[in-house]
């Protein structure tokens, strides 16, 4: 009996020795990417978790550099659940359909998210990408432009392309910049608190833990710890630089953010004057 025992044991260990070094296994696993094509809209939200109206001159990012930036992440990854393209207002990018077909290449990414704020109908070029399997629109639901959106929704319903309305009540005001001088304790609870850091964040060639981070290298007068992102366009390493990155017991950016449990809930959508809205 102990010897069978012990000869499923090797074999289990032999098992899992020689499924570790498949070469699709050894690749990283993640649940969801976000990915910022523009920093440009057509909306000038209030606590904009993107910061678009504080941009000067906003501006689409390269193509070339999206792609290349997705290229290098997905040649380590072996399984992505979502991946979500959002902006600013994605559909004003003229080459979204170009970074759709791009990721559809890759078979590891399950879904294919394109967030909009659903105030540009798409155009007959865009159609025939945004109809594929995996494609799906992500409507963020605003009351203040009900009217507006309802137009699209009926669009998308008239052309059979695949939606979702996401219709949540709130946002929350993440707060200023300031350094809080948190005790490395405090940061760590953060971390494990923040749903926001569920998700990293893709923009011009660079992988950060959350958009707070991107945010704060955003900053003139901040700059974002290094360690809280990594940059997809150096391969040197580059597997063993995000594995890094996700393991991070902290994130240092959580110093100039207010912790979850005290983020006061905000309007969603609420229009503010802004003179420098974007049409193309």
Known sequence: MKRFRSTCLEKIH????????????????????EISITEKCTLNCQFCSAEVPNYQNPKHYDTNKIIESLKNLLDQTGWISWLRILGGEPFLHRDLGTIIEFALQYKQIREIRVVTNATIIPDLNLLKTLKKKRVVIDISSYDSIKEKQ?????????????????????????????????????????????????????EDGKLYFCTRVLNLDRQSNFHSDSTDFV??????????????LFKKEYVVACDHCNPPWERPKVPIGIQIEYNKKQTK
Do not use: M, V
Not at 176 to 197: M, Q
């Open 231 to 244: 940059d997809l366009l150096d391969t040197d390493n580059l597997k063993s630089r995000i594995k890094q």
């Open 14 to 33: 032999a098992g899992w020795f020689l499924f570790k070094r498949l070469p699709y296994f050894r690749k990283l696993f993640i649940n969801y990417i």
């Open 150 to 202: 309802e137009q699209f929704i009926q669009y998308l319903k008239k052309q059979n392309l695949a939606y979702h309305i996401w219709t949540g009540k709130n946002w929350r005001d993440y707060g200023n910049y300031n350094k809080r001088n948190f005790s490395e304790k405090i940061l760590k609870k953060s971390k494990g608190k923040c749903n926001d850091i569920k998700h990293k964040h893709i």
